[in-house]
C-alpha cells in the first residue's frame, strides 16, 4: 500500500515555542491530507483537512491560528502548533487517500508525540 | 449525519480464540466503503480489512473477517485463531464523502498468553 511518512516522531519543547511536524506520502501524490489529535485511549479527533494550493478546512473548535496547516505540494503537507502549551500535549497523526489507486482507505504516518513542558 | 458506533470499549480473550468486534453506523448514502483499521502499541494506524457496500458478499483477510449487514447497518469484526500480536485498539471508519473518514471511539483488544 501507499506510505505516509510523518516526522518527526516524538518532540519536546518548550512553553511558548512553535513545533513543525511533517507529513509527506511517499509513492503517491496526495491533493488531500488530514490532520488527527488523539488523547491518550481515545479515538483520532480530526483537525483540519489539508488541500494542496489553497487554505486548509478547519472543524469546529480547532484553532486556525494555533495550529497552522500548510499544504504547498502534493507530497508535503506541515503542521504548525504556535506558541504551544502544555494543553497541546497530544499525539498528532496525519493521513492522506490515494485518489490515483482504486482503493479509498486512508494511509497513516507514523504519528507524532509532542510533549510541551 | 454519519456516525459510527462501537460498543465494546475493552475486550480481553485467551491466544487462540475467535473474538468478534461489534461496529454500527449510519449514514444516508447508497454505495459506500467500511473499514476496521488496527493500531497497535506503537500507535501507527494500520487497515486491516474493507468492505464495499454493495458487495454482498462479506470480505475476509486470513485470519480477519468481516459479518456485513447492510439492512441492519451492522460491520462487525471476526479474529480467528487469535494471536499475541493482535492486542491493539480496533477502530471502525466510514468515509463522510471525498474526503473525511469518521472513526467509531474504538475497542481495546487484549490477546491473553
Known amino acids: 500500500g501507499a506510505v505516509v511518512s510523518q516526522h518527526p516522531s516524538w518532540v519536546i519543547c518548550k512553553s511558548g515555542t512553535s513545533v513543525k511536524i511533517e507529513c509527506r506520502s511517499l509513492?503517491?501524490?496526495?491533493?488531500?491530507m488530514f490532520w488527527y489529535r488523539q488523547f491518550p485511549k481515545q479515538s483520532l479527533m480530526l483537525m483540519a483537512t489539508s488541500n494542496e494550493g489553497s487554505k486548509a478546512t478547519y472543524e469546529q473548535g480547532v484553532e486556525k491560528d494555533k495550529f497552522l496547516i500548510n499544504h504547498a505540494s502534493l507530497t508535503l503537507s506541515t503542521l504548525t502548533v504556535t506558541s504551544a502549551h502544555p494543553e497541546d500535549s497530544s499525539f498528532y497523526i496525519c493521513?492522506?487517500?490515494?485518489?490515483?489507486?482504486?482503493?479509498?482507505?486512508?494511509?497513516f504516518g507514523q504519528g507524532t508525540r509532542l510533549t510541551v513542558v | 449525519a454519519q456516525t459510527v458506533t462501537q460498543s465494546q470499549p475493552e475486550m480481553s480473550v485467551q491466544e487462540a480464540e475467535t473474538v468478534t468486534l461489534s461496529c454500527t453506523y449510519d449514514t444516508s448514502e447508497n454505495n459506500y466503503y467500511l473499514f476496521w483499521y488496527k493500531q497497535p502499541p506503537s500507535r501507527q494506524m494500520i487497515l486491516v480489512i474493507r468492505?464495499?457496500?454493495?458487495?454482498?458478499q462479506n470480505a475476509t483477510e486470513n485470519r480477519f473477517s468481516v459479518n456485513f449487514q447492510k439492512a441492519a447497518k451492522s460491520f462487525s469484526l471476526k479474529i480467528s485463531d487469535s494471536q499475541l500480536g493482535d492486542t491493539a485498539m480496533y477502530f471502525c471508519?466510514?468515509?463522510?464523502?471525498?474526503?473525511?473518514?469518521?472513526f467509531g471511539k474504538g475497542t481495546r483488544l487484549h490477546i491473553l498468553p
Open positions: 509513492d503517491f501524490q496526495a491533493t488531500t
Open positions: 493521513s492522506a487517500r490515494d485518489w490515483g489507486s482504486s482503493n479509498t482507505e486512508a494511509f
Open positions: 471508519a466510514i468515509p463522510l464523502g471525498p474526503d473525511k473518514i469518521i
Open positions: 468492505q464495499e457496500a454493495y458487495k454482498q
